[in-house]
């Protein structure tokens, strides 16, 4: 890949690449979040990358609000 720095845009060939390599990696358990930070890149930008590709994105994790359990 050329130059891949932070906002630099990202076309053709390298694009196909990263979104590739992107693909993979998030289909094998890591978060988009994770995924932004370690390419350097913005959280949307990983988003739309995967969308791209019709990549089949996973909810929301985290705590939900829902009602308390009766004991």
């Not at 590739?20 to 930008?45: C, M, N, P, T, W």
């Not at 990358?49 to 705590?63: D, F, P, Q």
């Amino acid at each position: 890949m050329s130059d891949l720095r932070k906002g630099a845009r990202i076309t053709g060939p390298d694009r196909t690449k990263l979104a590739s390599d992107v693909k993979k990696q998030y289909e094998r358990g890591r978060s988009i979040r994770e995924l932004a930070d370690s390419h350097g890149r913005s959280y949307g930008f990983i988003h739309r990358l995967l969308r791209e590709n019709e990549v089949s994105l996973r909810s929301r994790g985290g705590a939900t609000r829902g009602k308390k359990k009766q004991l």
